[in-house]
């Protein structure tokens, strides 16, 4: 059964903004942490940000000051905002747990485009 489904995704200038969610099934949202990963072109996914059930947030170093990773538990939804986009943000967008990954796969990602 489809458990995260990401959306959100497009084609956006550099230095303009997306918002990206991602649904969760229930009993995969409640009480986990939930991350968002990327993959480029040619490269290996990477872990983006990540939000604790308790709201504690960690972003990787790219991306500090620009995006912010944020969940709303009575939607079973988790949120990226990404402002001041760059090009090297383009990629295709994932959510998942972290720690869980082997056990729930990967869903269809969304991609994200930002233009130079």
């Known amino acids: 059964q489809v458990q995260l489904v990401e959306s959100g995704g497009g084609l956006v200038q550099a230095g303009g903004s997306l918002r990206l969610s991602c649904v969760a099934s229930?009993?995969?949202?409640?009480?986990?942490?939930m991350g968002w990963y990327r993959q480029a072109p040619g490269k290996q996914r990477e872990l983006v940000a990540t939000?604790?059930?308790?709201?504690?947030?960690y972003y990787t170093d790219s991306v500090k000051g620009r995006f912010t990773i944020s969940r709303d538990s009575a939607r079973n939804t988790v949120y990226l905002q990404m402002n001041n986009l760059k090009p090297d943000d383009t990629a295709v967008y994932y959510c998942?747990?972290?720690?869980?990954?082997?056990?729930?796969?990967w869903g269809q990602g969304t991609q994200v485009t930002v233009s130079s």
């Open positions: 998942n747990v972290p720690g869980a990954i082997a056990r729930l796969g």
């Open positions: 229930r009993s995969i949202f409640s009480g986990n942490s």
């Open positions: 939000v604790t059930s308790g709201d504690k947030t």
